[in-house]
């Protein structure tokens, strides 16, 4: 026997990385899926999250409701501060002024700036997760690009092993079983075949680390995507509604001051309707971003839910599978093998660039 | 330094160090003032104030915008502070471990996790900061004769002022059986709560005079007023704010007067004295015939009007402030720093 056979059946072929085995696959596939499960869980978070907000603007909706019946009845009744004025050295029994309008706006103000802080802080959340999800889609293209290198070195191995064990299988045919060349001979037959039976294991699990952590690469994707809509949304909100609330500040604090009671009804009416306006646009977008977590998150998590049934029939069969490799599955699993290679050759995976996930801006809206 | 902000107060925005120097300058004066208790309070009004620098704020904020007015920070900026503190404890809690942020946030200055680790060390620093009521009203009862249906009241109520400037209001007053049907405080047992449409009388009166309140109050029906005070913190004059001009001509380039007025209508003050320099008295903007009623008022409840301003400035423009305000007939407290 050649020296480069005997050293094909003693090689224990150069993978990268740690190692694989079905029992390792399967603990990184878990580890990889409890963090994916995670970052759900933090996605679950932040649509609790809205609900709350969603929650508190219906609450501050039926305040506006109020303070624009209260202005309605004062812009009924012109003069209130001369009157009062007037009122003051009349004597006799007056009835209280019903609540401040500017209290009112001021109550109003106070919470609506309340709900765009926690908005423009879970903006940043959002963005710290999405920066999270880019990071972790690096680590698994390392992962992707490790395991389609060490598939392709087991291909090889499995190849030179398949023609190796052909020709050991040839020569032994022409010699004497019971001589000692054709007890080594044998013996060198079934070496080959369990480095053949090993190579094919390490083959296929390569082949399904790579798919089963390109379908999670897919997935931390998708999330990134989601969380980079909502990002843009809220930013949006955000954006909008703080540069309301600066102007209705300054409003407030010149309501008080003025001398003349028109003007001040003029002006909170004024801060009225853009408050008004304020609330209306976070109510319609927080209701629009709660559609679109049911109509996204929640499927994503029954895709999720299929995927790991089918890595688990994976892993099974394989590991049932690689104690007994016949020629049969061995074919089976360079096909395999040879097809995953072919379905990548037409050009690079379109995976988007960090950032560049995020142009749908409204898509949250447009659900 | 940037002139704008919003389109209805005059304001200024202060960055960086003048922001910095600004605020520790705002609360040296608060601890100077000696504010005693008819003023807002001067320890949760510099602890409000604390929270609004930028050291405290770790840059999160672009800075800090200055009513022209009263030369305190805006109503905007205030209610800045009073949200981050409200929201402070439930962001701790999202935020999570701070040693986690900081591994995250390890070697990438400027990226969102540093930002989300200055963010946690903000919250953290604020949590617990005492912050001073833009618009809060107490009720205490001081004494019960459910037999006479008549209890005594100490009304407080703390205000930012639409002026920009924070007023505290302090109000004792009797009600009467005439106004049990209709009263302005709701008794039980011990426990004393003001109804809404009482609260929202002073709380439109803060702008006005402490006589105007009074008489608002003793023409009312059913409440027999002993005593209103109003303490006002500011304003604080700067070079580049808006204030009284024979004060800003004391200034020079980096100068400061500081104003705490008491302005008190009472029917135990002996007799009338003013001695506010700068007083804005309503009196004065009335009618002859309208001053007439007012003058025939104060006789017919029986109360008297005491004014008075403290000062806090530089111990180089103390003299000269001293003098102005005895140019007004004035003897004033002032406070060198």
């Known amino acids: 026997m050649a020296e480069t056979e005997r050293e094909l059946l003693r090689q224990e072929a150069a993978y990268a990385g740690e190692g694989i085995s079905v029992r390792s696959l399967e603990d990184s596939i878990r580890t990889e899926r409890v963090r994916q499960d995670g970052r759900l869980g933090e996605l679950a978070g932040m649509k609790l999250r809205n609900a709350e907000i969603q929650a508190g603007l219906a609450r501050e909706m039926s305040r506006l409701k109020e303070l624009s019946e209260q202005l309605g009845k004062t812009r009924a009744e012109p003069g209130r501060l001369a009157r009062l004025l007037r009122r003051l050295f009349g004597g006799g029994k007056q009835q209280l002024e019903h609540r401040s309008i500017e209290e009112l706006l001021r109550a109003q103000y106070e919470a609506s700036a309340v709900r765009v802080k926690q908005a423009a802080e879970l903006v940043d959340r959002l963005e710290a997760a999405k920066q999270e999800l880019y990071d972790e889609v690096e680590r698994l293209n390392r992962k992707i690009v490790e395991s389609a290198t060490n598939e392709e070195t087991a291909a090889a191995t499995v190849e030179k092993l398949q023609r190796l064990k052909a020709e050991l299988e040839a020569r032994a045919e022409a010699m004497d079983p019971s001589s000692a060349a054709g007890r080594q001979l044998q013996s060198d037959l079934d070496l080959a075949r369990r480095r053949l039976a090993e190579h094919t294991t390490k083959l296929t699990l390569f082949g399904t680390a790579e798919e089963r952590i390109s379908g999670l690469k897919q997935n931390t994707w998708k999330l990134a995507e989601v969380i980079g809509h909502l990002q843009t949304d809220v930013t949006r909100y955000v954006t909008a509604a703080g540069e309301k609330l600066d102007l209705i500040a300054g409003q407030i604090q010149a309501i008080g001051a003025a001398a003349d009671a028109s003007l001040v009804l003029l002006e909170l009416k004024q801060s009225l309707e853009s408050m008004t306006e304020s609330v209306q646009q976070t109510t319609r977008f927080v209701a629009e971003t709660q559609a679109y977590f049911r109509d996204n998150v929640d499927r994503m998590v029954d895709d999720l839910h299929v995927y790991d049934s089918e890595t688990e029939r994976v892993l099974t069969e394989t590991a049932a599978m690689s104690d007994a490799w016949g020629e049969a599955e061995v074919e089976r699993a360079l096909s395999a093998a040879i097809a995953r290679k072919a379905a990548r050759t037409p050009g690079p995976e379109a995976t988007p660039r960090p950032g560049s996930g995020q142009a749908g801006s409204g898509q949250a809206a447009s659900k | ?337």
Request: aromatic share 8%.
């Open chain 2, 1 to 337: 330094m940037s002139e704008g902000a919003g389109p209805s107060v005059p304001a200024r925005v202060l960055c960086g160090e003048e922001e910095a120097g600004y605020v520790r300058r705002v609360r040296e004066i608060l601890a100077a003032a000696r504010l005693g208790s008819h003023y807002p309070d001067g320890a949760k009004l510099s602890s409000h104030l604390g929270v609004l620098a930028p050291e405290v704020h770790r840059g999160l904020y672009s800075g800090l915008e200055v009513d022209l007015r009263s030369g305190l920070p805006t109503y905007r900026e205030w209610t800045r502070a009073q949200t981050d503190v409200r929201v402070a404890a439930d962001q701790l809690r999202q935020l999570g471990a701070r040693g986690e942020l900081e591994r995250k946030a390890g070697g990438k200055r400027g990226a969102i996790h540093e930002k989300q680790l200055a963010k946690h060390d903000y919250y953290a620093a604020i949590a617990a900061a005492q912050l001073s009521p833009l618009g809060e009203m107490s009720v205490a009862l001081r004494r019960s004769d459910p037999e006479r249906k008549r209890a005594e009241f100490h009304v407080v109520l703390d205000k930012l002022d639409a002026s920009g400037l924070f007023v505290r209001y302090s109000l004792d007053f009797a009600q009467t059986a005439e106004a049990w049907a209709r009263p302005v405080v709701l008794l039980q047992a011990d426990d004393a709560k003001h109804t809404e449409g009482f609260r929202s009388l002073i709380y439109q009166f803060t702008s006005y005079d402490a006589e105007f309140t009074f008489l608002r109050l003793a023409t009312m029906g059913g409440l027999e007023v002993e005593r209103v005070v109003k303490g006002v913190v500011g304003p604080l004059c700067l070079p580049w704010t808006k204030g009284e001009a024979p004060v800003r001509e004391l200034l020079g380039a980096d100068g400061f007067v500081a104003m705490f007025a008491l302005d008190m209508a009472a029917v135990d003050v002996p007799a009338d004295r003013d001695n506010d320099p700068f007083a804005d008295l309503l009196r004065e903007k009335l009618t002859p015939e309208a001053r007439a009623e007012y003058d025939a008022s104060r006789e017919r409840f029986g109360y008297k009007v005491f004014k008075d301003r403290k000062f806090v400035a530089p111990r180089a423009v103390v003299a000269g402030l001293k003098g102005l305000c005895e140019g007004r007939g004035a003897h004033n407290v002032i406070y060198g720093v």
